[in-house]
């Protein structure tokens, strides 16, 4: 009888035993299912656009130019442009046929946000939550805000253009005209919501191309004000005004490195458009790759999001006599230029996730 209940007991303990291994083993389970899926992302890729399948589309490459891909399996159609990259490389926002969409990383998930027509220049948020964007809806040009989705879509008084998040979301400058005895385009800021606009400039020529610092300390831009475009820097709040260039060519176009530790800008001080660098004071200007001779005129550029590298496009002659714009690289040390794109076609608006 002793023997039996032994017997029992030790068979009790033996399934108690497969329970708990079963449980830790489900548990184990349970928490890798629980595991977010890693998002696709632009990680490693640069998106551009190019007219090289006979109309303006979207194209994908690895950073050594690589295995250019078409990103949407789009034959004809409308053409596609004003890309942006969101800060985290996941998602992409463009126009097509004047209105603003946005997919993810790999090209699916497509979703049309506006019906209007006459919007350009969508720009994500900081942390992608947002959208702000120019459109002529209405007859008048104005910046609006929107959410990720298209929701939410935010109508102010923001009367202008070339509008750039600051690096915590909570703010916009951009550019607006002004009729204060003359005309001229001035800087302006405001909260994301439309609220709080501040007048940053004032003076009888163009100011535009502001551009935040890193910290969001700073505001750099271009201005007439002394003759021709030259590059001035300003506290957030419209004061401190120091400027940063002075020739009797044009410079435009500033953009800080992501460690807030150089300026970038566009110069035509050599006779066409190359790309300089200098220090936040003005100092140390010195020209990219200033050897070659055998790319100009600017269009865009990116900095690359460890400032190490540059992105732009510009006209390169081709070995058959003509000249195009394609994707080129080159190192902040002015080593390593490479155009990374080198076919007939123009290829433009080369962006990468986590760019500025």
């Known amino acids: 009888m002793k023997h039996n ?42 998106a551009f656009t190019s007219d090289r399948e006979g109309i303006v589309k979207i194209f994908t490459m690895n950073l050594d130019g690589s295995d250019p891909q078409q990103f949407f399996n789009n034959v004809g159609g409308a053409a596609e442009s004003a890309i942006d990259i969101s800060r985290d490389g996941t998602k992409i926002t463009f126009i097509r046929e004047g209105d603003i969409y946005t997919a993810d990383a790999v090209g699916l998930g497509e979703v049309q946000l506006t019906v209007t027509g006459d919007n350009y220049t969508p ?8 959208i702000a964007f120019e ?18 879509l935010i109508d102010s008084n923001m009367f202008g253009y070339n509008q750039k998040w600051s690096p915590n979301g909570s703010k916009l400058c951009y550019t607006s005209p002004v009729f204060d005895g003359y005309e001229g385009f001035e800087i302006f800021t ?8 501040l007048r940053l400039t004032s003076n009888a020529k163009r100011d535009d191309d ?3 610092s890193p910290d969001g300390l700073n505001i750099i831009f271009l201005s007439a004000r002394d003759g021709n475009d030259e590059i001035y820097s300003m506290m957030a709040d419209g004061t401190g005004v120091k400027r940063l260039t002075n020739n009797t060519s ?34 140390e200007v010195r020209q990219l790759n200033d050897s070659d001779t055998n790319f100009a005129y600017l269009r865009d550029y990116k900095w690359s999001p460890d400032g190490t590298s540059i992105l732009f496009s510009a006209h390169v002659p081709e070995p058959v006599g003509t000249i195009n714009y394609e994707v080129l690289s080159i190192n902040v040390d002015d080593s390593g230029l490479i155009n990374l794109t080198a076919n007939p076609a123009s290829d433009y608006e080369p962006d990468f996730g986590g760019s500025q």
């Open 5 to 46: 209940q032994f017997k029992i007991l030790l068979n009790h303990s033996a399934v108690f035993l497969v329970l708990i291994i079963s449980m830790i083993n489900l548990s184990g389970c349970k928490k890798d299912d629980d595991t977010s899926p890693v998002k696709a992302s632009f990680k490693d890729k640069i």
């Open 123 to 130: 720009k994500w948020s900081p942390d992608g939550s947002k």
């Open 135 to 152: 459109s002529f809806r209405g007859g008048v040009g104005k910046v609006y805000v929107m959410n990720a989705d298209g929701t939410g």
């Open 190 to 197: 405001a909260n994301a919501d439309g609220s709080n606009i």
């Open 210 to 212: 502001a551009e935040w």
């Open 250 to 283: 044009d410079d435009y176009r500033p953009k800080y490195s992501p460690n807030n530790s150089k300026i970038a800008f566009i110069s035509s001080r050599t006779g066409s458009e190359k790309l300089f660098i200098m220090n936040l004071d003005g100092t």
